[in-house]
């Protein structure tokens, strides 16, 4: 078998050999399984793989192990291949039991043929893209974390030349000619696919523009199922046609060629929680939450004082932005998404003399610095009528086109309504005002099927600026407070924080692990809310808490004491957003007169 080192570049001896150990009997799967687990079971080797998302194929082999963290976008058709093949050489007359798992074709010398295919089974194949929103120096962490890793000097290798003789391994399957190449069953090569700088924006089909061109198909071979959007990161064997012809032939829907979009055949996956790239997302390896949690209170502190300052001293509304940064949906209970607060902050500034800057795009650039995962949306008539937000089934390509809205966990939908004219919504603009509407209020949307709609769960954090309250519906409409004599260029606000590159990062790791932190109830405090409620509706009372301000109330105490790392909620933090709803309903009784 071959050597330990050698088990991330030629992934496929090792299974050739296992394979053939069991003559293609059952066990040798578990086998094989067995083997990759044992070495994937910690991160210094799990990150010792190349990651195809920070290294250009181009300096990668077809046929070794790499790495792949990006969105489930599209789940593609069950494909059928050869599992397993009988083949004869024609010379000596010897036969051999070859494996069709793990790859797309079978490489065969010269005075090789398939004699038959023992079994054929069937694989899932999925699209996955580069996580959408992701934030610049999330990108920019991960390259430098990962250019370099797990890359060893070896021989370039072009699919479809033959390898030269001198560098050959005895043992070693000869990597000839597209001639002696062995497409699996349903799965070879119809060069109907031509890709232009034209066309290539349609073939990637990325939910949002991103400067990044690589996408993958992943075939999995277990019978679980990824639900879309997630975010996963998969190491298998890579396959690629550097020759740019397509690799999936008789294929009825869309499959782009692998020299575009690469094939990764999982071996071993990760579900992610979070992509910070500071913080351990392994499920071998937890992050240090306790060394977080520790550091809250002053973290909170500085982020707060950060974020009133950009307020121009409004720190109630540096209150509601801290709590709604800590917002996820962590259950749901009938119709309701529970733990969303969606945020309305409206009197934003336009055009104003004194700050000489957008407003929303200044703390959408705050926001990203400390986000991992961000979308920026003017809400302009243009865009509502014209862009495509809801992702849409194609099926004569048998695909889903994306839309921006599709998005996975956690990614923060900011959208600006300050660029709103006054204009006509047409069909498509209602259509997408509705799905917004319904990420805000349900965090769910209705993908399009043409002949009906299929609804996805969502957890998308939305944040409304604008003039007066929005026309999306949202949990929280907050009138800011600017005091304009305390303005700043909000650049030097931006690169102030920048400087401090320590505290960024303990304000990132932050934001990531509190908003992650089991939260309970304890049944005292359960008690005391319920009879703060039951009381404010006692006859008399001059302001009566509805069912719907006790819910927020809730949400917002529970959010609030995230903040401080807090795990329960006690009485002091209650009355804290008992307050904090009191402040911010005299400023709407205000603004309404």
């Known amino acids: 078998m071959p050597s330990l080192d050698n088990w991330i570049e030629k992934p496929q001896d090792i299974i050739q050999k296992i394979y053939e150990k069991h003559s293609g009997s059952s066990p040798w799967e578990k086998e094989v399984d067995d083997y990759f687990t044992s070495r994937l079971t910690n991160t210094e080797t799990w990150t010792s793989i190349p990651s195809l998302n920070e290294v250009s194929i181009k300096d990668l082999r077809h046929g070794q192990l790499v790495r792949f963290h990006g969105m489930f976008q599209d789940q593609l058709g069950p494909e059928m291949y050869g599992s397993g093949a009988l083949v004869k050489n024609t010379t000596s007359g010897s036969q051999k039991n070859v494996t069709g798992k793990f790859k797309d074709e079978l490489c065969l010398g010269l005075d090789e043929e398939v004699v038959n295919w023992n079994t054929t089974e069937s694989r899932s194949c999925y699209y996955c893209v580069p996580i959408p929103g992701e934030t610049p120096w999330v990108k920019q962490i991960f390259r430098e974390k990962n250019s370099l890793s797990g890359l060893q000097p070896s021989r370039p290798v ?13 043992n070693e399957m000869m990597d000839l000619g597209e001639s002696n190449k062995r497409p699996c069953p349903l799965t070879n ?24 061109s690589v ?12 639900p879309l959007n997630d975010v996963l990161e998969v190491v298998g064997v890579l396959s690629f046609n550097t020759s740019g012809v397509s690799d999936d032939e008789e294929r009825e829907d869309f499959q782009p060629p ?30 240090n939450e306790a060394a977080v949690v520790e550091l809250s209170a002053t973290i909170r502190d500085e982020l707060h004082g950060l974020l009133t300052e950009f307020f121009l001293g409004d720190s109630i509304a540096a209150d509601y932005l801290l709590c709604h940064l800590m917002s996820r949906v962590y259950n749901r209970k009938d119709s309701l998404a529970l733990g969303k607060l969606s945020l309305n902050l409206t009197n934003v500034p336009i055009d104003n003399a004194v700050l000489q800057e957008s407003f929303p795009r200044f703390l959408f650039s705050l926001l990203e610095r400390l986000v991992t995962k961000a979308h920026f949306l003017p809400m302009s008539l243009e865009n509502l009528n014209t862009l495509r937000m809801i992702p849409k089934k194609d099926y004569q390509e048998n695909r889903l086109i994306a839309g921006c809205l599709q998005l996975s966990s956690q990614t923060h939908l ?25 990420i805000s209020s ?34 929280v409409n907050l009138p800011l407070r600017l005091n304009m004599s305390r303005g700043r260029p909000f650049a030097e606000l931006i690169e102030k924080l920048e400087t401090n590159a320590e505290l960024l990062i303990q304000m990132r790791n932050y934001l990531t692990v509190t908003r992650l932190l089991p939260f309970k109830l304890n049944d005292a405090i359960q008690e005391a809310v319920q009879q703060d409620f039951i009381q404010s509706r006692a006859p008399g009372q001059a302001n009566p808490m509805s069912t719907e301000d006790f819910h927020l109330l809730l949400v917002l105490s529970r959010l609030l004491a995230l903040t401080y790392g807090k795990t329960e909620l006690d009485v002091s933090l209650w009355q804290r957003a008992k307050a904090m709803e009191a402040e911010r309903k005299s400023r709407l009784s205000n603004s309404s007169r």
């Open 158 to 170: 072009s699919i479809g030349k033959k390898r030269p003789l001198e560098e050959e391994d005895d």
């Open 189 to 212: 090569t119809n060069p109907s696919t031509s890709v232009t700088n034209g066309n290539l924006d349609k073939i990637l089909n990325f939910p949002l523009p991103s400067s990044e």
């Open 215 to 226: 996408g993958c198909i992943v075939k999995i071979y277990s019978e679980d199922e990824v």
């Open 258 to 287: 692998s020299s575009i979009v690469p094939r990764i055949h999982c071996i071993g996956s990760q579900k992610w929680q979070h992509n910070n790239p500071y913080i351990i997302s392994y499920s071998f390896q937890k992050w």
């Open 414 to 438: 900011v959208l600006d309504e300050t660029a709103m004219t006054e204009g006509q919504l047409i069909a498509d603009g209602v259509r997408n005002v509705t799905a917004i509407g319904n």
């Open 442 to 475: 349900w965090q769910k949307i209705e993908y399009d099927f043409n002949y009906h709609q299929v609804e996805f769960h969502t957890d998308i954090p939305v944040l409304i600026l604008s003039e007066r309250r929005s026309i999306v519906a949202t949990d």
